[in-house]
């Protein structure tokens, strides 16, 4: 059976917060041995802190869990982190992999989707990779209406979901 380890809205500032973070998912990950660690969004709360802390933080949590999944929150989206323009998940995606992904993990499909307002067509993205059983994460919530919407577009795979 899938374990997973999720955590949301670490809204980390500073390198202090940033240890308290990695301290806490030490432990928890020591304690519950998940197959993977999920941020589900909102895990730098600044532009500089992302760029300042991401790197690091992206390497010593790898370094603790097989697998790192990272959901882009509404705070890692909205963000013009390198000052070019670029939606925050645009630039992030060379720090945290990609907005949507879908990863097998345990023998179970988990697909992330990144924050609705990105830009991106996450229900399309959802119904590509959709299988049964398949695991649908996100920063917010995902509202009946939405899922149901991807039936109205044509995308009527019936699809065993479980919302995290």
């Known amino acids: 059976m899938l374990k997973l380890l999720c955590f949301t809205d670490a809204h980390i500032n500073d390198g202090a917060e940033c240890r ?7 432990r928890a990950i020591s304690e519950h041995r998940p197959h993977a660690v999920v941020s589900l969004g909102d895990l730098f709360d600044c532009a500089e802190a992302c760029r300042e802390l991401g790197p690091g933080f ?14 882009y929150g509404n705070h890692d989206g909205s963000a013009n982190i390198q000052g070019d323009g670029k939606l925050g998940w645009e630039a992030l995606a060379g720090i945290f992999g990609p907005l949507q992904q879908s990863v097998d993990i345990a023998g179970t499909r988990c697909i992330t989707l990144g924050d609705q307002q990105a830009g991106s067509d996450w229900q399309a993205f959802a119904h590509d990779h959709a299988a049964p059983g398949c695991v649908m994460l996100s920063h917010g919530v995902l ?6 919407g991807m039936e ?3 995308r009527d795979r019936e699809v065993t979901r479980y919302l995290v």
């Open 20 to 26: 308290q973070v990695e301290e806490y998912l030490r």
């Open 58 to 71: 992206r390497d010593r949590m790898r370094a603790l869990t097989p697998q790192w999944l990272f959901v």
């Open 143 to 148: 509202k009946q209406a939405q899922l149901d």
């Open 152 to 154: 109205d577009q044509g």
